[in-house]
T-cell receptor
Framework: DVKVTQSSRYLVKRTGEKVFLECVQDMDHENMFWYRQDPGLGLRLIYFSYDVKMKEKGDIPEGYSVSREKKERFSLILESASTNQTSMYLC?????????????FGPGTRLTVL | AQSVSQHNHHVILSEAASLELGCNYSYGGTVNLFWYVQYPGQHLQLLLKYFSGDPLVKGIKGFEAEFIKSKFSFNLRKPSVQWSDTAEYFCAVNARGYQKVTFGTGTKLQVIP
């Protein structure tokens, strides 16, 4: 079974702190994704990566950055956390889309910024 | 740019009722389409997917979806829902040749015993 793990289930940070969210997948997937999930807004794509060291902005990249130094690991960084970044953050991975592949999701990290 | 609309935000049904959840996408080219489900307290998981071929796709737990290209739609159906189908359902689109997946806002389904 594909496994996508996220470093924390719950995280509480203060405004202005630098926050790292880590995601690891064990299926040698090319693609990795970071979404945030908010009630009524569904999943919104922050960033995705289709290869090591490659990244593309999603629909809401402002205030976030990412790092993919190894194929299995994709990190989301909040350089200076703000209260409007309080949310559920979901990581996903997939093989190459268009070859019959789908995304596999981690359990999520619920981040609260005070 | 690709986008997805789910018009039903909250649906309440009695057990054994039939279900249809709407999903429309916006993209002029070829697409891959997905429905995911999130049961309370659980990960998002795939219900079904369409890549090519038969536009009527069958998924897990008796769900099916029909891709109607002329309507840019991919509606989810189930003939008879159960209490255990209570969950949030998300439609997603991927433009063929790109690695970006865009989700809709989701539909919360509540099934009353």
């Amino acid at each position: 079974d594909v496994k996508v793990t996220q470093s924390s289930r719950y995280l509480v940070k203060r405004t202005g702190e630098k926050v790292f969210l880590e995601c690891v997948q064990d299926m040698d997937h090319e693609n990795m994704f970071w979404y945030r999930q908010d009630p009524g807004l569904g999943l919104r794509l922050i960033y995705f990566s289709y290869d090591v060291k490659m990244k593309e902005k999603g629909d809401i990249p402002e205030g976030y950055s990412v790092s993919r130094e190894k194929k299995e690991r994709f990190s989301l960084i909040l350089e200076s956390a703000s209260t409007n970044q309080t949310s559920m953050y979901l990581c996903a991975s997939s093989g190459v889309l268009g070859e019959g592949n789908e995304q596999f999701f981690g359990p999520g990290t619920r981040l609260t910024v005070l | 740019a690709q986008s997805v609309s789910q018009h039903n935000h909250h649906v309440i049904l009695s057990e054994a009722a039939s279900l249809e959840l709407g999903c429309n996408y916006s993209y002029g080219g070829t697409v891959n389409l997905f429905w995911y489900v999130q049961y309370p307290g659980q990960h998002l998981q795939l219900l079904l997917k369409y890549f090519s071929g038969d536009p009527l796709v069958k998924g897990i737990k008796g769900f099916e979806a029909e891709f109607i290209k002329s309507k840019f739609s991919f509606n989810l159906r189930k003939p008879s829902v159960q209490w255990s189908d209570t969950a949030e359902y998300f439609c997603a689109v991927n433009a063929r040749g790109y690695q970006k997946v865009t989700f809709g806002t989701g539909t919360k389904l509540q099934v009353i015993p």
